[in-house]
């Protein structure tokens, strides 16, 4: 893909411009999935539009139109989570109390309808988010692996739960239990992969579940409403569309959310969970805002940070958490960082998704003009866009922008831009980097870059305190989910990974007896018989 291409040839003329494997269908859903039932739905529909525009019969170009999904009320919304509580039934429901090893069964048959359904939802996370092809792919084919992963950390930790703990004249098995009814919402710029890190183990640990899809990235889900309603029992999995404004409020201020699990910002999070009658009895699992520094010292490999700091800071647009978001480079480096900066993004190919570029347009509506106005604000400052049409815009296509010399007046500085725009911040003294990581109100990760062994150290050991991942001569990432994800101050609470998702989504709990014959023998009563799903020696392989 030429990487000079017009923005304006991002707007279609005509179908025939779409090759034939990937072009939309337009997807009518008039269902929502609940209590194990596709329910019909003749009330009002939200439109879904793509980012991509298309100029019909000599009119402006308008997004193309991908289908409708229900716009639900509050009651509909308060019938799934009235739902989702009946399945959990105060943790006798047949789903909490079902053995771990067929909890696993209902899964993986899951996971074998959902493989089948890949074609049409990939298309749809092209469509709806302007992923590109190959991303889009990517997301779904590690969703799938995610879930498989943490079918193998469900299965370790039960299997070390297996055995009795003998201590101070008690025995006890002490395994792990559900909460209750998990709600969770994902965010647009993975509304797959970000979601079910949520959805899958809530549901693997037990708790019955209402998930509500992002705005961006909601008519994906269609395909898979028959593998939801097949593959587990009624009431354990529910789906609400609709204003989440108007249908989330209802169900935090009934009291029957016992896990509130979100992927968003802020500001939303903290409104919803403050609705909750019982604060105390929410845990909340949170994924929120960053603004993920690049530290790059005087000694660093300018070949592999401009490659690094590229791909950190523009991939799927720099729409992710996890992307690099500011820049600050010593000064003795500055110019030459800048430039080599500048030429790398600049060959960045921008196009449509089926043409596999890197920079693709924009999911939300107003992001170009909220881009524009924070260049604006730099330019204004003393600033300049330092790569040849950085920060141009047409529709919902932006071009990436280097924007230098940024500093603590302008609200690049401060602000998550979540787009396709690299503010870069020269300095003098490292303090400075440090100082602005601890004073962030941000503290996700950061990525340093130097070949000083010695001060890469003396960094490393304060900066581990400031966020919850230190990248060396790398972006940052989320993956492998094995590894621990998190943030530190407003940009997390809780802790997803593949074990660690498993763990937040339950509670220990044990049954313990004294450690007499009489109650070995009531025990050993209770095992050979097989008389309980918790109190249980089963090891699963």
Known sequence: MNPSKDLEDLVLTSEDQIPEPFRPSFTDQRIYLCDGRMIPWSGPQTP??????????????????LGHVPDLDADRALECLEAAHRAYDHGRGPWPTLPVAERLGHMEDFVHRMVARKDPVVRLIMWEICKSRKDAEKEFTRTVQYIRDTIDALKDLDRASSRFVFQEGLLAQIRRAPLGVALCMGPFNYPLNETFATLIPALLMGNTVVFKPPKHGCLLYEPLLEAFRDAFPPGVVNMVTGSGSRV???????????????????????????????????RCVLGLEAKNPAIILPDADLEVTVRECVLGGLSFNGQRCTALKIFFVHKSLAERFVRDLSDAVSSVPVGLPWEDPVITPLAEPGKPDYLASLIDDALALGARVTNDGGGSRHYSAFRPAVVYPVDARMRLFHEEQFGPVLPVVPYEDLEE???????????????????????????????????????????????????????????????????????AFSIRTLVAARDDEADKALIRTILRERLSRFLSTDFLL
């Open 48 to 65: 879904v539009s793509s980012p991509i525009h298309m100029a019909g019969d000599g009119g402006s170009p308008e997004p193309v139109s």
């Open 248 to 282: 989330i409020p209802p169900l935090m201020e009934s009291g029957k959310v016992n896990v509130f699990a979100f992927i968003g910002t802020s500001r939303v999070a903290n409104s919803l969970r403050q609705r909750h009658p019982k604060l105390n009895r929410l």
């Open 433 to 503: 980097p440090v100082r602005a990581v601890i004073e962030s109100p941000y503290g996700q990760q950061l990525s340093l870059f130097g070949t000083d062994p010695e001060r890469m150290a003396r960094l490393i050991d304060p900066l581990v305190n400031q966020v919850c991942r230190v990248n060396l001569n790398c972006q940052c990432q989320r993956g492998p989910d094995t590894f621990p994800f998190t943030g530190r101050k407003d940009s997390a609470e809780s802790t997803l990974s593949v074990a660690d998702a498993l763990r």
